[in-house]
């Protein structure tokens, strides 16, 4: 499968834990993007990089929350002391500068914060 | 920049015409999309306005005058039956981005 992949698929935590999710992006593309999703809403924009740089964060994303993406190729968003609001899908996209501007998603990492 | 999708949910009967609603506010010139979710599956491209494309029946034509990108297929099928979203790429400060309308629940019945 050469689309975008995200691990883990599930991950289930309790209040305060800290959790780390993976998105490996379409091999050629530059550009990724984390995207939050809750039920029934449309994908919330959390930040995006240009190879290795992070370029921008959504205000609404708060300290607990930071990505990472040290290669310019797959990257990392942890979520530290996890309260039960952070329970969503994670989506990753990405795509290229100067390609077309859709963008190609993974299939999501659904999280639960008991 | 916004984008609005007026309705949350549409329900209709297969083989029925169906227009999903997509207005936006954008002031420069927008590159429109439409996203595609079903049950249990990861959100895909259905169509680009650029390309002036027909997926699977749908089509969409953008209207600059009426700012609208609305999703249109003449005869709905069951499998049909999925989320909708309309979105918008067009620059937010200095970086290109993807601006989301929060969806049309289509439902086709039997």
């Known amino acids: 499968d050469t689309g975008v992949s995200q691990n883990p698929r599930h991950k289930i935590t309790k209040r305060g834990q800290n959790v780390t999710f993976r998105c490996d992006p379409i091999s050629e593309h530059n550009r990724l993007y984390w995207y939050r999703q809750t039920l029934g809403q449309g994908p919330e924009f959390l930040t995006y990089f240009q190879n290795e740089a992070q370029l921008e964060k959504s205000r609404l994303l708060s300290d607990r929350f930071s990505a990472e993406r040290p290669k310019g190729s797959f990257s990392t968003l942890e979520i530290q002391r996890t309260e039960q609001g952070d329970s969503a899908m994670y989506l990753c996209?990405?795509?290229?500068?100067?390609?077309?501007?859709?963008?190609?998603f993974g299939p999501g990492t659904r999280l639960t914060v008991l | 920049q916004r984008v609005t999708q007026p309705e949350k949910l549409l329900s209709v009967f297969k083989g029925a015409p169906v227009e999903l609603k997509c207005n936006y506010s954008y002031s420069g010139s927008p590159e429109l999309f439409w996203y595609v979710q079903y049950s249990r599956q990861r959100l895909q491209l259905l169509l680009r306005h650029i390309s002036r494309e027909s997926i699977k029946g749908f089509t969409a034509d953008l209207n600059k005058g009426e700012t609208s990108f609305h999703l249109k297929k003449p005869f709905a099928q069951e499998e049909d039956s999925a989320m909708y979203y309309c979105a918008l790429s067009g620059y937010a400060g200095n970086n290109r981005k993807l601006i989301w309308g929060l969806g049309t629940s289509l439902a086709v019945n039997p």
């Open positions: 996209a990405s795509n290229s500068q100067g390609g077309m501007n859709e963008q190609f």
